[in-house]
Nanobody
């Protein structure tokens, strides 16, 4: 199975920046999509940004222009650069990876989550 370890969360003031990192280990063959989701208190988990193995990007509308996702395939690591942070970005951020097997079955993996708090 895939093991995901996140780092880089913390407390930042409004308008500040943070960079999240997520390293994948274990059975990493076949990882297709990597990305980030977040979950704020009392809300559902939502997709923040994903990047496919081919480089296709997908962003939540509210973070477009502020967040940048990137991926280092050689290091099996995905990054999320977050700029111009707002209080509404406060959430637990979860790293995500999807493996596609030869049978086309998709297996999801999740990190343990890292807290991002934007103080006003």
């Amino acid at each position: 199975q895939v093991h995901l370890v996140e780092s880089g969360g913390g407390v930042v003031e409004v308008g500040g920046s943070l960079r999240l990192s997520c390293a994948a280990s274990g059975i990493i063959f076949g990882i297709s999509i990597m990305g980030w989701y977040r979950q704020a208190p009392g809300k559902q988990r939502e997709l923040v940004a994903t990047v496919s193995s081919g480089g296709t990007l997908n962003y939540l509308d509210s973070v477009k222009g502020r967040f940048t996702i990137s991926r280092d395939n050689a290091k099996n690591t995905v990054y999320l650069q977050m700029n111009s942070l707002k209080p509404e970005d406060t959430a637990v951020y979860y790293c995500y990876a999807a493996r596609i097997l030869a049978s086309l079955q998709k297996i999801d993996a999740w990190g343990q989550g890292t807290q991002v708090t934007v103080s006003s």
